[in-house]
DNA sequence: CGGGACTCCTGCCAGC
DNA sequence: TGCTGGCAGGAGTCCC
């Protein structure tokens, strides 16, 4: 399920256990992801130490020592599982056999496994593999082709209703189109806009142009800041320290006022309307044709 | 150029 | 029960 919200909640399951801490070996278990894996992957990344671990829209960026950052994006389907030592490994404390056999970070989807110095095993796995990593130089990370076209940090300083305006103006395709596009806003995926449209009582079948004036321009950027906050603050409060107790982290059911909600009565109160379900270029959207205009 | 259709991959679920 | 088609939270590429 990630997007924005779900990725940051997977950063800051992941920092306690990489930042600051040594990779001590990587086990890559394909040549690919959606893409290939950069050359010499493993060997690049063992004995490296992990100084900082950010988020850029829905990348995961941990910075490494010698300047250089892994990228990676989750796709779909991708997950970290976090494996303590001895959870991972009883009665081998601290350690695990050379060969990942049958337990963490041996399943069929388990394509990547960092086994850091400290004895801790980190376990990417992907079934559908629409995730990928990349290694890229520090200094080149603007210039990278997944990151330098993409919009605004919604919750960032960077991002306002003028902004938002700004980048709605002239386009006349869907604002369901719009703010899926990661150029206007970076970060949104199809439930988040959704629910964002659904708050600022936008019609999810305007043109962008429509939204871009300050009026509309400032409830639907609102709606998208408190939607993403509301959704990171229930990922924090859901999985203590971020993750289940076996270690999986993000994978969390909010509560959604629109999306998956077909058929039912619209939340929204004094509203009296029904969620409906339609499809915009090939993909689901949920709203509440009543309040939203 | 903006916008839409199509594509990658696997799993799951409703319906027959 | 077993098969089939549709659908899934992303985003790059191609074509008009």
Do not use: W
């Not at 939204?211 to 859901?238: H, K, M, W």
């Amino acid at each position: 399920m990630p997007e924005l919200p779900e990725v940051e909640t997977v950063r800051r399951g992941l920092a306690p256990a990489l930042e600051g801490r040594r990779i001590a070996r990587v086990l890559q278990r394909r040549p690919d992801l959606r893409y290939p894996l950069p050359e010499r992957f493993a060997e690049r990344l063992a004995g490296r130490r992990v100084e900082r671990l950010d988020r850029r829209a829905k990348y995961i960026l941990a910075r490494l020592e010698g300047d250089e950052v892994l990228l990676v994006h989750l796709g779909m389907s991708g997950r970290f599982t976090i494996h303590a030592p001895d959870a991972a490994a009883p009665g081998a404390p601290g350690r695990f056999h050379h060969e990942v056999a049958a337990g963490a970070g041996g399943a069929p989807h388990d394509h990547v496994v960092f086994d850091m110095e400290d004895g801790t095993r980190i376990v990417y796995s992907d079934h559908r593999r629409f995730g990928f990593m990349d290694l890229i130089a520090g200094a080149a990370l603007d210039a990278n082709r997944h990151l330098k076209d993409l919009g605004p940090e919604p919750l960032g300083n960077e991002f306002s209703a003028a902004v938002l305006g700004d980048r709605l103006k002239g386009r006349r395709a869907p604002i369901k189109a719009a703010l899926l596009d990661q150029r206007t806003v970076a970060g949104l995926g199809n439930i988040y806009v959704c629910e964002a449209l659904h708050r600022a009582g936008v019609s999810p079948n305007r043109a962008a142009s429509g939204v871009a004036g300050p009026l509309r321009a400032e409830r639907l950027a609102r709606a998208i800041r408190d939607v993403l906050t509301d959704a990171i603050a229930a990922g924090g409060s859901t999985l203590r320290d971020y993750a289940h107790t076996d270690g999986e982290l993000g994978y969390f059911q909010h509560a959604f006022a629109v999306y998956d909600r077909e058929g039912e009565p619209c939340s929204k109160p004094g509203c009296g309307g029904t969620v409906r379900r339609m499809v915009q270029s090939g993909r689901s959207t949920f709203y509440c044709p009543q309040c939203q205009r």
